[in-house]
């Protein structure tokens, strides 16, 4: 059966997010009209081997919360793909289905967003990874059981990911505290046994942390990984910030941006998502354009930013913050005292104008600081540390880089490297350093 229409149980909030953003061009097909306190929702494309070993996974993890929870697959293309990668999308909904309609797979509540099939498939304007995860969450609204206080909760998960036995229960108990409104679960990328996918995996997985890594020195508010198969919400959260974007890519950056301007983004530890290490041609950055690119050899994959571009960011930031500086002018003399590449950057944005416009809409001091974060937001805190690799700070070597910020967070590691690029096995302690430090 199809999901019903009718929209009469819903709350308030969340028909009116639907009337405003929600999408008629698809819908759910259940077995049942059961509602659900927990919905992960699985975007994927000529994803059929890999939504088989999920399932598996999933029916594999502790069954504790299995009967409140719904597995929404959105299987989605353009009508521009490949007949291969529609061919795959077929198989995929006809397994979905007998899951659903026939076998009723065990323990498992799945629903399935045809978002390939003629007529069905995504627009060429907007198709891509954003809309996928977009129609399966906006459709998860509808199935969220309302009855009750607590919180219901949207996960992201890929089809090609493999998850710890207690990945349900961890989330779910995490967003019994009170404060916790969105989060990301723990990630590790399973490393191949091929030496040179190896060696990409531990390349791009060491930027990721390193990255976070440097915003948590810098005390930002953005100092969070993000990444599409770890991201949490409530319902409330995922209303109140126009719910997931659009975007070809990067929609997992954006989302969890916008989340971080209205909640503190919490980390779900004990428990771990563990995302594909293959190559991909699905989004044009991320993972597996990150290993496609290192098998290419068209960048030196092994240069990460200047620890230094972070304390500048630190520093800009504990100005920025201070409650008792008001005037435009007092700011950008505090950041050419800083280095004159923060200046033109906060020049180049209209700074000025900007703050004058928070202050004129700003009628206590917490909603001075609340517009703040969402002017420096985690995007313009990107472009900055762009700005200052581009502009006195180059980026330098990745173990350089590590071992200057290992000393700069006071973190206590170290190792004698001979090489300029150490040996696989030297990358790997690398790594799991960076893993418990992020």
Known sequence: MTAPTTNQQLPLT??????????????LELSSGKKYKNIIVVPAIQEFENIIRLINSISDIDKKYFGE?????????????????????RKSIEYLRKLIFEENSPGINIGLADASSEGLELPEKDGGVGLARKTGMDL??????????????????????????????????????????????EYEHLLPEEKNHKRA????????????????????????????????????????????????????????????KITEI?????????????????????????????????HNEYLLYNPKSFEVLKSWL????????????????????????????????????????????????????????????GFRTLKLIHHLRDNGFPLINMFEALDEMFELTNYDFQFERKEIIPSIDIQIQYLNEMRKLT
């Open 140 to 185: 998860a609204l509808a199935q969220f059981d309302y009855s009750t206080s607590c919180k219901n909760i949207l996960i992201c998960l890929d089809a090609d990911c493999t998850i710890e036995k207690n990945y349900l229960t961890t989330i779910v108990e995490a967003f019994k505290q009170p404060d916790t409104n969105a989060a990301y679960v």
């Open 318 to 377: 504990n100005i920025f913050n201070a409650k008792d500086i008001h005037d435009a002018g007092d700011y950008l003399k505090y950041a050419e005292a800083i280095h004159k590449s923060l200046y033109d950057f906060l020049v180049l944005n209209s700074f000025e104008d900007n703050w004058n416009q928070i202050l004129k809409n700003s009628k206590s001091d917490e909603q001075k600081q609340k517009q703040k974060q969402i002017w420096f937001d």
């Open 69 to 89: 929870t719904l597995l929404v697959f959105v299987i989605n293309n353009m009508k521009s793909a490949n007949a291969e990668v529609k061919a795959d999308n």
């Open 201 to 260: 995996i531990i390349c791009y997985e060491i930027f990721l942390r390193y990255y976070v890594l440097g915003l948590k020195h810098a005390n930002s508010p953005f100092a969070f990984p993000t990444i599409g198969s770890t991201m949490v919400c409530d319902h409330e959260s995922y209303i109140k910030i126009g719910g997931m974007n659009k975007k070809k890519a990067a929609e997992d950056f954006y989302f969890m941006e916008k989340l971080a």
């Open 14 to 27: 969340v028909l009116n997010y639907l009337n405003k953003y929600g999408s008629k061009n698809w819908a």
């Open 266 to 298: 919490k980390k779900i530890s004990g428990t771990k998502v563990y995302p594909s290490s293959r190559g991909s041609w699905r989004v044009p950055f991320g993972t597996g354009q990150r290993v496609n690119r290192y098998f290419d050899g068209t």
